[in-house]
Nanobody, 126 residues
Framework: VQLQASGGGLVQAGGSLGLSCAAS????????MGWFRQAPGKEREFVAA????????VYADSVKGRFTISRDNAKNTVYLQMNGLKPEDTAVYYC????????????????????WGQGTQVTVSS
């Protein structure tokens, strides 16, 4: 699976941005998808994840209530809508795919990810 993320940019605090991640291949619906982020000097951290069916979503506490993850299996695309952005959300955002068919599940640790996208920069100014 190849992943291509897009939609990053510069936004003022309190603003919104939407990220997209397009996946290649015919087995997208067998993958749980997620978003991670990495700020300068920090480790890559989990942001949000969604099961292959879209039935199960999980969020990091730091973004709960502000970010929404969704997917469209017909378009092989996963989305991250980010509202109420804060300067501490500034990071490179990576989409991630983990092969998890069957019972809808997600993974929230970077070591369990099978494929990574190239990353897209999100900068939130104060």
């Amino acid at each position: 699976v190849q992943l291509q993320a897009s939609g990053g940019g510069l936004v003022q605090a309190g603003g919104s941005l939407g990220l997209s991640c397009a996946a290649s291949g015919r087995t997208f619906s067998s993958y749980a998808m997620g978003w991670f982020r990495q700020a300068p000097g920090k480790e890559r951290e989990f942001v949000a994840a969604i099961s292959w069916s879209g039935d199960t979503t999980v969020y990091a506490d730091s973004v709960k209530g502000r970010f929404t993850i969704s997917r469209d299996n017909a378009k092989n695309t996963v989305y991250l809508q980010m509202n109420g952005l804060k300067p501490e959300d500034t990071a490179v955002y990576y989409c991630a795919a983990t092969f998890l068919p069957g019972r809808p599940r997600v993974r929230t640790t970077a070591s369990e990810v099978d494929f990574w996208g190239q990353g897209t920069q999100v900068t939130v100014s104060s």
